[in-house]
């Protein structure tokens, strides 16, 4: 037995990780001793002993410390932070809890100074969302960060498996063809710093690169670039839309998933790989996070009924007759010049079981240039748009337009693109692929119905905190 | 036996990956008829017959391929793409090759039309920086993104195997304080959605986000709120610099990874973090992708007897004296006002025998306000420098301030970090962490001098392309 905490610590260092709180509940190694570090959940006075649950951020679980009043420090309460020295026993009720011998304050959390969170009361997601710095410290965020992360590394070791090999597509661009307008451009803050290195008849948007730069919409096209030549990549990373949008889908800034693969015929291909990838990594999250997902949650819990089943599929055009022929389920008329509005998508999937649903062969006209048309059907693209309950379309993706002349025809004018061209011309071969929008898929999963609340730090119209 | 190609390529789409070339060479089912695609890399007329080496990307290896001249198409050559149906044989010399039955040219490649490579001809890295949409085409560019595709997968494993959890820190903040003036502003390029957003009194830069808006030179300072609450954190993502250097050591986006952690008291428990990271996730690339590294190399190949050795520490008086006593080994004369140079560094490293040097002990004024001083000498801060072969510094890590009162100190005037102070604030727990530039990894293990040719679509001053 270790009595000098000092010691205890430095043993503790040599392998940290394996003393959390996770890794402790899981040995749940009874009658040793071991140190625990972490912030106060909450705390119950009961004659002269306390109880105080405290968590370390390695699990949702608390560990529920035991210790006489007379040992506890002045400052101990909600929100502090403190390491304690004790041995790990079964409470009455079976449970593993930790019989504290001493108890230190690290960091004291007093209310009076300003902290926004008194102990035991419950706070709306639009109020914890105030204190992006404080987040990560309350149960349903911090659970909604584990489900991320496992789904992050679900998201990487999937692609591995699969054979793709991950390519970060560029975050800043000379391209702005993909989003008409609405999207960041990008520039020195130093304005001395333009002025050193502008060349003549540059405007000073263009000082620095030569050339206009802009935020990413999508990293496709770079992707393509790769395709055409690695065969199978993927590329996840951050995303821009300078849109003035208020939706609860939408951010400034969010995570996209985006995969292309090379030598791809025909659209079941790629919904193969979606299903696979929906399924695989949502499995994952299940299997080392579900108690995560529950707290995360918001009522209803998220059901998962959809893993064994086969996601459906249908057209565009049966979508369309669903649609008119249940006109009085939904409330927005459904009109064919606008597309699927949310509720549209939502009632769609909820009329099929609520199981993931694709919907394919998209009319041309409402589908981006690069995607490819029928050979026999100039009119439709094979295109598809994943839709899943809580969110609608969930993924976009389409086979690629492979043909030079087609494309050189479809592509808008004023657009820099000779070089996406280039890959057609030389070696080209037929691509496919589709991109995922992270943020809602944590939503689908977690039934979260604000994206604000399923990133780290939001960015949306008007706020840029922190 | 399978006759009809439309057969085999359907067959060959429900699990398509097994079917490229890594695993076709790796599984070695001689007699076996496949289909197979990919870009020729290569062609020998042979009498009645043809050679023709295909790559797929799945691997730096190619497949050779013999054919009869007779039945090949006319346009297959370097470049362009095919496909190959045929049966597995061992060549005479024991290799594995595909006899041909069949052979489709899927994408031809016309050199007079503006191909920029010959066959048989080699290229410098600069001449191939050019056609950025080709070069993840070429020989040694795909195998260096096949290792930057292995040691990002590594580092997603280490870290959750650490009990890490991925958090994505902002690219976009309203923080400037680090990047002192060299940080890139980010506005909508559209001036009718600013003027339909923005409010009294504010600039056209505050315009949509209500303050200007920055892209992050670092994720640290959000990863420390984020580590307040889930304990052990990483954020492994794009980061920027609007810094005129033409070094081969910078670009204007790169890749950072940061990672902090709760509970850590000193200086040995970050660097144990450390060496176990770069030691980890260099051998799973050795483990996978050994020859892609020997591919990409630029001569003299990078060299590993680093692995199984302890890394080197030292101080920075330490330092400060080796490079004093040595001074005529280096061409840059030493100052230390001005810390060291990159050629100091690597001098530094090589002294040592080449084995990855930590520099710790650092005088406060050469590091940021966050790093933590010495209770016993306020002149020098818990910090480190991590030095390795090729690049010079690797990582950059420290102890961070984690008293409120000192931290409110040094914070820097002018920047608006109430929120970071608010940390310390509230169930503060002493911090520590550490920042390692990605690309530079890459350049470390590779030995590849530029960075521009370490990620797949690099942006500089001057140049934005694609």
């Not at 102990?119 to 489900?147: A, G, H």
């Amino acid at each position: 037995m270790f009595k000098n905490i000092a010691t205890i610590i430095k043993r503790n260092y040599a392998c940290n990780h394996n003393n959390n709180i996770l890794n402790i509940l899981k040995s749940g190694q009874v009658g040793t001793e071991i140190v625990v570090q972490g912030w106060v959940k909450s705390m119950r006075n009961q004659k002269e002993n306390v109880f105080i649950d405290i968590n370390d951020g390695s699990t949702d679980k608390k560990l529920q410390i035991f210790i006489p009043q007379k040992i506890t420090p002045y400052g101990v309460n909600t929100g502090s932070s403190i390491r304690v020295m004790g041995v790990l026993k079964h409470s009455p009720k079976g449970q593993l809890e930790l019989n504290a011998e001493n108890i230190d304050l690290i960091g004291e959390c007093v209310l009076s100074k300003g902290y926004p969170f008194m102990p035991r009361k419950q706070y709306t997601l639009e109020y914890i969302r105030q204190y992006l710095q404080f987040r990560p410290r309350t149960n349903k965020f911090s659970s909604m960060l584990r489900v991320r992360s496992a789904a992050n590394l679900a998201i990487h070791n999937f692609f591995c498996n699969e054979g793709f090999l991950n390519v970060q597509s560029p975050i800043l661009t000379s391209n702005d063809c993909e989003g008409a307008g609405e999207v960041f451009k990008v520039i020195p803050e130093s304005k001395e710093i333009i002025k050193s290195m502008i060349k003549e008849g540059l405007s000073l948007d263009e000082g620095f690169f030569n050339t206009k730069a802009f935020l990413s919409v999508s990293g496709q096209l770079h992707l393509e670039a790769a395709c055409h030549g690695l065969g199978s990549v993927y590329t996840f990373g951050p995303t821009f839309r300078a849109e003035n949008s208020r939706s609860r889908l939408h951010l400034s800034e969010f995570y996209m998933l985006e995969a292309e693969k090379a030598f791809i015929e025909n659209i079941d291909g790629i919904m193969k790989i979606i299903e696979s990838l929906l399924k695989s990594i949502t499995q994952n999250i299940l299997d080392t996070n579900q108690a995560d997902i529950e707290v995360s949650s918001e009522s209803p819990q998220s059901d998962f009924h959809w893993l064994d089943k086969k996601f459906n599929v249908l057209t565009y055009d049966e979508a369309v007759k669903i649609l008119e022929n249940n006109k009085n389920k939904y409330k927005e008329p459904f009109d064919t010049n606008d597309g699927f509005a949310k509720e549209h998508e939502i009632f769609l999937v909820s009329h099929l079981g609520n199981i993931p649903t694709f919907v394919i062969n998209w009319p041309k006209n409402m589908k981006p240039f690069y995607m490819r048309e029928f050979s026999d059907n100039t009119e439709k693209v094979s295109a598809l748009d994943l839709l899943v309950p809580n969110v609608g379309e969930l993924v976009g993706g389409s086979l690629r337009e492979n043909s030079y002349e087609k494309l050189k025809e479809k592509i808008p004018e004023g657009t820099n693109l000779d070089w996406y061209l280039d890959l057609r011309k030389f070696g080209g071969v037929p691509t496919g692929g589709f991109g995922m929008g992270f943020e809602r898929y944590i939503q689908f999963i977690t039934g979260i119905t604000n994206i604000k609340d399923v990133i780290p730090f939001p960015r949306w119209p008007h706020n840029c905190s922190l």
